[in-house]
């Protein structure tokens, strides 16, 4: 089974994982049925895998536990918020899933009851700072008083300091967080878009080998990938790019 490296090396430094580990393909598919199929259409190309919510409540969970042992990673994108008895008990249950990265929204209760509730569990909780859908008005309507460059900061040293592994965040935010936050922060990055690849709803992307060079530790793909006319070889490109960055 390929983990992700939780222990330093002796000089201090995160073992890094392998190229096709950093490679996270998101099963945004109609059904499970669906994602199973490209599931084993990828075969050994992919070793990583999304679960959002939309497939979460359509068989997901259930996906996610075969997908477990089949050997692959999981990173349930369930981005818990709730008060901090909910969100600890929920996060004990997706730790017993065996997933490898589970979101919750970057509140400082809330990452706190996560973080509190791992126990032994090797899984790793990834923060969403702010959602990348709002802008500075959208805070400004929901009552904040800073906008999103310093929410997204302020969010980020509180993940850091509730004990939080990482973020997952906008490419184009990479190289300001890691300068902020340190080598140890998993920083995972949606938003790639291979040379050529349609943008679809994507507005602000980056290359993998972009991506990777800013800082980021894991690449979350869609579409350039379960969309492409042959899925493996796209993603065995999405990962030679890894390698040569
Ligand atoms: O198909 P595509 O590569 O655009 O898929 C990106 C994935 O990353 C989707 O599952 C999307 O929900 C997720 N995501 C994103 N932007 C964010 C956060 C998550 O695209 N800011």
Known sequence: MHQVPSSLFSDGTMP???????????????DTAAAQAMVARLG??????????????GGGLALARDLV?????VFLDLKLHDIPNTVARATEQVAQIGATFLTIHAFP???KAAAGALGTSPMKLLAVTVMTSYDDADL???????????????????????G??????SAEEVAAMRALLGPDMLLVTPGIRPAGAALADQKRVMTPAEA??????????????????????????????????
């Open 16 to 30: 890094q994982p392998s190229p096709r580990d950093r490679l996270i393909v998101a099963l945004d598919l109609a």
């Open 164 to 169: 939080v592994h990482g973020l997952i965040l």
């Open 69 to 73: 042992a089949q050997g692959k990673q």
């Open 109 to 111: 209760q809330t990452m």
């Open 212 to 245: 990777i060079r800013a800082g980021s530790d894991y690449l979350v793909v869609g579409r350039p990938v379960t969309q492409a006319a042959d899925p493996k070889a796209a993603a065995a490109a999405i990962v030679a790019e890894i390698a040569g960055a």
């Open 44 to 57: 050994d190309a992919v070793t990583f895998y999304k679960i959002g919510l939309e497939l979460t409540y």
């Open 140 to 162: 400004a309507e929901a009552g904040y008083a800073s906008g999103v460059k310093d929410l997204v900061a302020r969010r980020a040293r509180q993940a850091q300091a509730a």
